[in-house]
């Protein structure tokens, strides 16, 4: 499973951008995918995630905010931001995990991720 980031860039506070991952993950019947975020000093955090149920889990403090989204036509994972935030500057990655069983509950745990992105960065600012 090869996952490569896309959309990341500067924006000014108040702004949104799109991050897209491509995925191919159909050939497994469960899957998990999620976006994840790290600023400079920081520890690595979920931001969001979405199973193969189309269930979908936000941090809370995102909430409203970000939206998640897997396109099955174009096999695509979207990470939708809106009102962004100077704290939302960070490189945000895309993550999998096949087969995926994990309860809905930890789902942003990013130890259960077993396929990870490069990175994309997003730099807010005022």
């Known amino acids: 499973v090869n996952l490569v980031e896309s959309g990341g860039g500067s924006v000014q506070a108040g702004g949104s951008l799109k991050l897209s991952c491509p995925v191919s993950?159909?050939?497994?019947?469960?899957?998990?995918m999620g976006w994840f975020r790290q600023a400079p000093g920081k520890e690595r955090e979920g931001v969001a995630a979405?199973?193969?149920?189309?269930?979908?889990k936000y941090a809370d403090s995102l909430k409203g905010r970000f939206t998640i989204s897997l396109d099955n036509t174009k096999k695509t994972l979207y990470l939708q931001m809106s009102s962004l935030k100077v704290e939302d500057t960070a490189n945000y990655y895309c993550?999998?995990?096949?087969?995926?069983?994990?309860?809905?509950?930890?789902?942003?745990?990013?130890?259960?991720?077993?396929?990870w992105g490069q990175g994309t960065q997003v730099t807010v600012s005022s």
């Open positions: 993550a999998a995990r096949v087969p995926c069983y994990y309860d809905y509950g930890l789902l942003l745990g990013e130890d259960i991720y077993n396929y």
């Open positions: 993950l159909y050939t497994y019947n469960t899957y998990c």
């Open positions: 979405i199973r193969n149920d189309g269930r979908t």
